[in-house]
Each structure stands twice: as C-alpha cells, then as structure tokens.
C-alpha cells in the first residue's frame, strides 16, 4: 500500500516507508499524517520483521507544510483538537509499534521530523543531518514531541532544546542519545541492511515482547503527559503569540510578541 505522500512497500520481510515530498522537503500535510498512521498499523499487524522510515531526496522531514500552517488561523477550537489528538497518535503509534523500527536520517529532520526521527527504535543519520525543537519560534508549544523527549534524554537536555528551539547537527544528536550511530551518506543503506540482518538472527516473538515490555513500563506516564501535551497543543494555537508567529514565518519577517 502507498499513498499521495508515503511510499510503503514490503521487500522481503522488511517495509521500507518513504516520506515522498521530496520537492516540499517531505514536510508534514495532515494527510501525511494520516497515511503514516495507517501504515504504521498496517505494519503492525503483519508478519513483518521490522520497519525502515526515511526520505526521498536529501531531506528527512522539514516539519509541517506551510500550507497546513496558513490552515491553522481559520480553524475551531474543536479542529485545533483533533489536529493535536492526530499528532499523539502518530508519534505514539510509531513509538509503540511491536515491530523494531529504523529511521534512516539524511538532511533535515525538524520540529515533527526530529518527532519522527527520534521515536523509532534506531535512529541513524548522516554527517549532515540537523534536528531541532524549532515551535517556539513561531509561537507555537512542542506539547506532544517533548513527553517522548524527556523520556529520551530527561529533562534538564529537553529544557534546553525545547526553550532554545535552536538546530543542532548529527554529532550533538548522538552525544545527547537520540541518534544511535552517524553514518557517510554513500553507506547508510548498506549499514540499514546490516543492522536488518543483525535483527533477523533473533526470535521474533521475543523482539515484539521486549517492545511490549518497554512501552508497558512507560504507559501509564505517557498516557498523563500527553493527555497534558493535547491540551496545550491546542489551546496554544488560540493565543495572539501563535498567530503572530505564523504571520511573521509566512511574511518572512521578525515576530512582534505582545
């Protein structure tokens, strides 16, 4: 199965997922969204023996869409729920799902993409990835992404990614522990294949009960920060600061904060 914005195709027993808006730098749509979670369940309840999640062309993911950003102003206060509620579930399908999971990083993966990139199992990246928190900066709270980052790299690190929203590279990324190894460009599917063929001499059925065991010692946290993190995902897009930002982004221009 595919969509208008992922590629998903089982080769041998691995789905290789691709983000495939390579000339909008595979930036999030909601349908993005969408299509990911439905792959991501369509995975999950396979045979497979795990999942690969990259990009084509020479980004990750960008973040969200400005079209989805420009979206944000006309929307309800039910909609700006529904849009945090998809958001939880795409990072927490991802984080939970019973399969082991790879993500393959080249390029930029910021906001939601440092979301995605960091909520797989495995997380390799090129010399010139680069990740970031980066909502603040448009008014916007990372509400959802920093539940799964604090449990990550604890809570001091997230403080000064979240607060700073500043980018930082492959190296940072793997000395803080959210990249697992940094890998030349010319070698990052061939040392994908071989972490594959590492993971396909185990059993099966212990590789998905080590998975369930983690995320069952993490549920019932989780479950209360992202109750917390829906909440704030939508009642910040109600507040001047968000609009403002917005506005400033999409005129390219410094933001005014009240």
């Known amino acids: 199965m595919s969509g208008s914005t992922i590629l998903f195709e089982l080769i041998d027993d691995v789905y290789w997922l691709t983000l495939n808006r390579p000339e909008r730098r595979n930036a999030?749509?909601?349908?993005?969204?969408?299509?990911l979670i439905d792959a991501f369940e369509f995975a999950a309840g396979s045979n497979a023996k795990a999942l690969v999640l990259h990009g084509a062309g020479e980004a990750f993911c960008a973040g969200l869409d400005l079209s989805a950003l420009q979206s944000m102003h006309d929307k309800r206060a039910a909609e700006h729920r529904?849009?945090?509620?998809?958001?939880?579930?795409?990072?927490?399908?991802?984080?939970?799902?019973?399969?082991?999971?790879i993500a393959a990083v080249r390029g930029p993966a910021i906001a939601g993409g440092t979301g995605l990139a960091m909520n797989c199992d495995f997380t390799l990246a090129t010399p010139d990835a680069k990740f970031g928190f980066t909502e603040v900066r448009i008014g916007f709270v990372p509400a959802l992404v920093s539940a799964f980052l604090a449990l990550q790299i604890g809570d001091k690190r997230s403080r000064d990614l979240l607060l700073t929203g500043r980018l930082f590279g492959a190296v940072e990324a793997h000395a803080l522990g959210l990249v697992n190894e940094i890998v030349e460009v010319d070698q990052l599917k061939a040392r994908v294949e071989a972490l594959l063929t590492q993971l396909r001499v185990n059993s099966p059925a212990s590789l998905r009960a080590t998975k369930k065991i983690m995320a069952d010692q993490n549920r019932a946290w989780l479950d209360h920060a992202i109750d917390i993190g829906m909440q704030a995902n939508a009642s910040s897009r109600e507040h001047p600061d968000f609009h403002e930002g917005v506005s400033s982004f999409l005129e390219k221009r410094k933001p005014h904060w009240q």
């Open 28 to 35: 999030m749509t909601p349908e993005m969204q969408l299509e």
């Open 82 to 101: 529904a849009d945090a509620e998809r958001i939880a579930k795409l990072f927490r399908t991802l984080y939970e799902l019973p399969i082991p999971t």
